[in-house]
């Protein structure tokens, strides 16, 4: 068995190194179980367990030199339930894959739909009888054991397995509910039609929502055995497709990527399956093709669409020494690049391991709603108990009390109760790994509703991040295309960043840009050459003077309100003479000020903060709406921690926007850590959510989501709740039926799912 653990560093006052494994756990059957799992899993020393009902899966962190992964499995299998290391993703080709919402080839929902197609198809004439007194015929009753047995023994046989191994095991969970109910209405019939006067010919009774006093010798429950199997097992079945459904973002995420790639091996073209690629291998990617993994382009230059995984629609130019991403459409010409990531390590593997383990995580108000059902199980079997010794006492008769009690155990089954978080949880964060927002944790959840101020990092954040021409302003006489002809000439044989701006800008207004003679790079003043015959500066206001040449008044005072907006003045002279003053700045993005309007429209106080000078901070600040008491600037990087501890000092609850390494400690540090996806990995592994497209507004659908999927949780657990509170008191009292409890039982676990579902429709705020 291939061991997936992975060392996450020392811990514990042993220094130990700590292990973590998924494990796929069989045989749960509702939130109880799951809950019976993970208390024997944390019992096991130096083992932290989480366990996820809806995604079948436990987390587990343990010390491996105290626990080997066989030990945890044993544990598993020791309380009644299977486990195993998860088999690495095998997407299934185009072609083969199953149809969206359909049960493909799971064979665990195959079987789950044929127990139910029986249970239904065997149960509504035994439903009709009991129901409709007209079709109750002479010997009707035998008719109805003989199509209920069916439903009671074979499709209501997983909840009599599970049952009776939880029994062995000491424990009780909800199936032991729906095992005792149903059973309880069966044995009962048996005994009333074999022993008692219900067998008798011409037999017959009304059916009524409350239950009639009598000494039950006439009396039989074969609808309330099949239809409460065949409801819940409705409930199951659908439930079972909301969680493939839920999963549905993930094995996209996974199908994203190419299949085949064509590598380059001794000069040769071989056609080989992309899992079979390894780091440094050389590759072809020719237009029209999907990039096969993260690499570095060597030869060649395209556009390549990058939209399935940032959502932008713009394709982004690459060249050669240029990264380019996995998954992503190569648009334009022939590509040759070289793998630099591999499998897991890849951007699209890290993306769907982040969806993964969010699903699999518990947000607090599951964690209560987990404690609840460890222990309604037994308290329910007790009322039940009560239920009919009262009735007895109160001399009901045997009927009356028995149908009440079994009435109790059906109603209480709280599978709504272990549905509410797991299948809005993986809904939602399914919903946002689409729209590029990948949530890291559940409890992140809670922190995104208490959230009161955003700090937004300037650079990469709410700028582009990168040097920009912004403006430029000419002398007399002299056309700007003049001077970004001579100028970006110049800069182009330059590598440094505002040189590059320059040159960049300059090549995008005029065209080509022609090759500059003579060139020199002024250390720490800018540059200087001969273009096209022209003696040529270009830089500080120092290097003119030092050719004795000055500013003249206009380009003098463009050039302070230049610095007064935060830009940077660069001078431009030629033959002698000062011609023009380049203004240089990292833009702001065009989505920013929307942004964080937006941000303010949801409660939160937007804060700037960066290591640039106060001037550049406020202009950047009154350029997307952000007040200047608002802005802190000249921060040190080991500082920025300090910014977030002390807005956190104030009482303030703190959300944090960054995509640098300088960033990711202040990200730890917040309340609420949004990490911009065209960041660093230690910025994103560092935060709460990542936002895949650099684009602020993702952080703006990024709390609109969480906070949606957490009132999605709370409204579910809030009618789970209310459904068994009020239901129990009118079970207890004998005012439901038994069939009409599991009903309703059923109906609330599938309320449940398709509240969550709603998430599904969630869309981005554009």
């Known amino acids: 068995m291939s061991s997936r653990t992975t060392a996450t560093g020392p811990t514990g006052a042993t220094g130990a190194a700590t292990a973590e494994v998924e494990l796929v756990i069989g045989g749960m059957t509702c939130a ?28 587990v962190a343990y010390r491996g030199a105290d626990v080997s992964v066989r030990d945890l499995i044993a544990t598993v299998e020791a309380t009644g339930y299977t486990a195993k290391e998860p088999e690495p993703p095998a997407p299934a080709a185009p072609d083969e894959a199953p149809e969206e919402g359909g049960d493909g080839d799971d064979p665990e929902l195959l079987a789950l739909r044929q127990r139910l197609l029986t249970a239904l198809a065997l149960s509504v004439p035994v439903i009709a009888m009991a129901m409709i007194p007209p079709l109750q015929f002479t010997y009707w009753q035998w008719l109805s054991l003989t199509l209920a047995a069916p439903v009671v023994v074979y499709a209501g046989w997983p909840f009599h397995r599970a049952a009776w191994t939880n029994l062995r095991h000491g424990a009780a969970t909800m199936d032991t509910l729906i095992s005792v109910g149903t059973s309880a209405a069966f044995l009962w019939s048996l005994w009333a039609l074999f022993f008692g006067t219900a067998g008798m010919p011409g037999m017959s009774h009304p059916f009524e929502l409350t239950v009639s006093r009598g000494d039950g010798a006439g009396n039989i429950y074969l609808e309330a055995a099949a239809g409460v199997t065949a409801f819940i097992l409705a409930g199951r079945y659908f439930e079972a497709r909301s969680k493939r459904k839920a999963g549905a973002a993930l094995r996209a995420l996974l199908e994203l990527g190419a299949k085949e790639v064509t590598v380059l091996r001794e000069g040769r073209e071989q056609r080989i399956p992309t899992a079979d690629l390894r780091v440094g291998d050389r590759f072809l990617v020719r237009p029209g093709e999907k990039i096969a993994t993260d690499g570095t382009v060597v030869e060649g230059s395209s556009a390549v669409d990058a939209s399935m995984l940032t959502g932008e629609s713009v394709p982004v130019e690459v060249a050669v020494g240029d990264p380019v991403t996995g998954a992503t459409l190569n648009a334009g010409g022939r590509l040759v690049v070289e793998a630099t990531r591999i499998g897991a390590d890849t951007q699209l593997a890290r993306m769907a391991k982040l969806v993964e383990d969010a699903q699999n995580g518990k947000a607090a108000a599951q964690r209560l709603a987990d404690r609840i059902s460890a222990v309604f199980v037994p308290v329910v079997i007790l009322l039940a108990l009560g239920t009919l010794g009262v009735w007895l006492a109160l001399g009901a008769g045997l009927t009356a009390a028995f149908t009440a009690a079994v009435a109790v155990l059906i109603i209480a089954c709280p599978c709504a109760l272990g549905l509410a978080t797991p299948t809005a949880l993986m809904v939602g964060t399914g919903r946002g790994a689409q729209l590029g927002i990948l949530i890291k944790g559940p409890e992140v959840l809670e922190n995104t509703r208490k959230a009161d101020t955003i700090v937004l990092d300037k ?69 200087q050459g001969v273009v096209e015959g022209h003696a040529v500066l270009v830089g500080r206001e120092k290097l003119l003077e030092e050719w004795a040449i000055g500013l003249p008044a206009p380009l003098a005072r463009a050039k302070q309100e230049a610095e007064a907006q935060g830009r940077t003045a ?17 833009a702001v993005k065009d989505t920013s000020a929307e942004a964080i309007r937006r941000l303010r429209e949801l409660g939160l106080t937007p804060v700037l903060l960066t290591g640039d000078n106060r001037t550049v901070a406020e202009a950047v600040a009154r350029e997307v709406g952000i007040d200047a008491e608002h802005v802190i600037a000249e921060v040190m990087p080991e500082d920025k921690v300090e910014v977030v501890k002390r807005l956190q000092a104030e009482g303030r609850t703190v959300a944090m926007v ?10 730890a540090q917040a309340d609420l850590g949004l990490a911009m996806g065209t960041g660093t990995d230690a910025a994103i592994e560092a935060g709460d959510l990542t936002l895949v497209r650099g684009d602020l507004r993702a952080a703006v659908d990024a709390i609109r989501l969480s906070r949606r999927t957490l009132g999605t949780i709370k409204g579910n657990l809030f009618w789970a709740f209310a459904y068994n509170i009020a239901a129990l008191p009118l079970a207890v009292a004998g005012l439901l039926n038994p069939m009409i409890a599991g009903a309703a039982m059923a109906f609330s676990s599938v309320f449940v799912v398709g509240n969550s579902l709603r998430l599904r429709g969630f869309r981005e705020a554009r």
């Not at 320059?502 to 003679?517: K, R």
Request: glycine share 10%.
């Open 459 to 527: 650079t990469g954040t709410v700028t582009t991040g990168r040097m920009t021409l912004l403006g430029v302003r000419a002398a007399d006489g002299v056309t700007e295309a003049e001077v970004l002809r001579l100028a970006g000439a110049l800069e182009h044989a330059s590598e440094h960043p505002i040189a590059q701006a320059v040159a960049a800008g300059a090549a995008e207004q005029v065209g080509e840009l022609p090759a500059p003679e003579d060139f020199v790079n002024v250390a720490g003043l800018g540059v």
């Open 32 to 59: 109880s179980c799951a809950a019976r799992v993970e208390k024997k899993l944390n019992r096991m020393d130096g083992v932290e367990a989480t366990v996820n009902y809806a995604t079948e899966k436990a987390k």
């Open 570 to 586: 660069i001078a431009v002279a030629w033959d002698g003479e000062a011609r023009a003053v380049l203004e240089v700045a990292d």
């Open 658 to 667: 960054g995509d640098g390494v300088n960033d990711a400690a202040a990200l």
